[in-house]
């Protein structure tokens, strides 16, 4: 479910025509729902009630400082993979012990960042990252509670960019080895190992993988205990996959992923941490453009956007599906004819989708890219000197700009000429 539907003829964000926004603030521009976010959020919430928990929102998948607040003032965690992801949920008021710091290569100076900010956990990926953040701790006199990422290779059965949980990935370390490891952790300085980490990806459309996973879990836990670790908390990590088609069937509810968890590790008395990120925003987005030009090709009609692949680059990138649909709501059974949606950049990749269906357009109509709240602005750029997208949010009937379109002089601004040019 989200707050995109047709009013009075047209689509709206909640009670806000989107006609409205792209009269004041432009297009391309970004429109998140405030009420689809606290839903969604809720859910998952819900779907762990039966244990202690905390949903760590997986700030990769939309960083804007007031989706961040918003979700933290909801009593969200933050899971982040960045010295920038943590600067920004500190700065959107979330306490470091709400945060579980993850990613691969994490450096000495964002463990530092963590170390000095507050951190509720870090998620260590290998051996050589647990030795250095052994080492920077002690000298800082300090101790951080860690969990390490098992590898368990299970196929999570999605796209292979997005799958991190196979033994060819290049996450966690195998879980094989997952005994040794913990032996290692337990006798370094500075380290309090509380717990075990998993991801098997995203997009999962199919609980299956998870159970698989969680069903190792359970057993590596128990063995981590019989070997004397105080295994206290579970981080299962996020994925639970989205409708980006609404005439798919719908993947599995919240309640139904926490039901599962419930049944592989509800009996080891742990803690549980999961990091959903595009179940909770993914559907509370949307992509709003403009039409520039319907160009007539060979046995085949473009209709050429004003957003492009540097605002929206899932398609590109995966060869990932959005529903386009028109603001303008189109009368029952009104023809529809396919349509090749592109943007302007200069790049054959610039299409959005072929043959989509949609009704006559014209130059200046409006179209709005569905679930477009994860994986879309975060992953925006300035290719071909491109302002980068806006965004804004929702909440009833009003609605504000939560990170603005910059300038060309902006942009311009950002780059410098030595002197000897």
């Known amino acids: 479910m989200d707050h995109f539907n047709y009013h009075r003829g047209e689509l709206c964000a909640e009670d806000v025509p989107l006609t409205r926004i792209a009269a004041q603030v432009g297009t391309p521009v970004y429109v998140y729902s405030a009420a689809t976010l606290t839903r969604h959020f809720g859910l998952f919430r819900q779907a762990l009630a039966w244990t202690d928990h905390l949903v760590c ?54 463990m530092r960042m963590a170390i000095e900010g507050g951190i509720r956990q870090v998620n260590l990926e290998s051996e050589p990252e647990m030795r250095a953040l052994s080492a920077l701790a ?4 300090a ?5 390490v990422r098992v590898n368990p290779d299970v196929d999570a059965r999605t796209h292979e960019k997005i799958a991190t949980g196979k033994s060819e990935n290049k996450f966690g370390i195998p879980i094989a080895r997952a005994a040794e490891v913990y032996a290692e952790a337990a006798a370094l300085p500075g380290l309090q190992v509380v717990g075990i980490d998993v991801h098997i990806g995203s997009q999962l459309t199919d609980l299956e993988p998870f159970r698989a996973a969680y069903a190792k879990v359970a057993d590596l836990t128990r063995t981590l205990r019989a070997d004397g670790h105080a295994i206290s908390r579970l981080d299962l990590g996020g994925g639970l996959g989205i409708p980006y088609r609404r005439d798919n069937n719908a993947p599995p509810l919240p309640i139904e ?3 599962v968890i419930r049944e592989t590790v509800g009996d080891l008395g742990c803690e549980i941490e999961i990091e959903p990120g595009r179940n909770i925003v993914g559907n509370a987005g949307v992509l709003l453009s403009q039409v520039i030009y319907v160009k007539q090709g060979e046995g085949r009609d473009f209709l050429i956007v004003d957003a492009a692949m540097n605002d929206l680059a899932r398609p590109a990138m995966y060869g990932a599906h959005h529903d386009i649909v028109p603001v303008a709501e189109p009368a029952v059974g009104a023809p529809v004819r396919p349509f090749d949606v592109v943007g302007p950049v ?11 269906e949609l009704p006559q357009m014209a130059a200046g109509d409006l ?21 980068l997208v806006p965004e804004v949010l ?10 603005a379109r910059p300038t060309f002089e902006e942009m311009l601004a950002r780059d410098s000429i030595p002197e000897w040019l």
């Open 57 to 110: 929102f997986a700030v990769k998948s939309n960083s804007n400082l007031a989706v961040l607040k918003l979700l933290g003032d909801l009593g969200a965690g933050m899971d982040v993979v960045s010295g920038g992801e943590y600067a920004r949920a500190r700065a959107a008021g979330v306490p470091g012990d709400r945060i579980v710091f993850s990613g691969v290569g994490k450096t000495v100076a964002e």
């Open 138 to 141: 002690a000298s800082m006199g």
């Open 143 to 147: 101790v951080v509670p860690v969990a």
């Open 257 to 259: 992923y926490g039901q």
């Open 346 to 356: 200069c790049e054959s990749g610039d299409t959005f989708q072929k043959g989509a």
């Open 367 to 387: 179209i709005a890219f569905r679930s477009a709240g994860a994986y879309g602005a975060v992953m925006a750029s300035e290719y071909n000197s491109r302002p």
């Open 394 to 403: 929702v909440s009833g009937d009003h609605f504000a700009v939560i990170r």
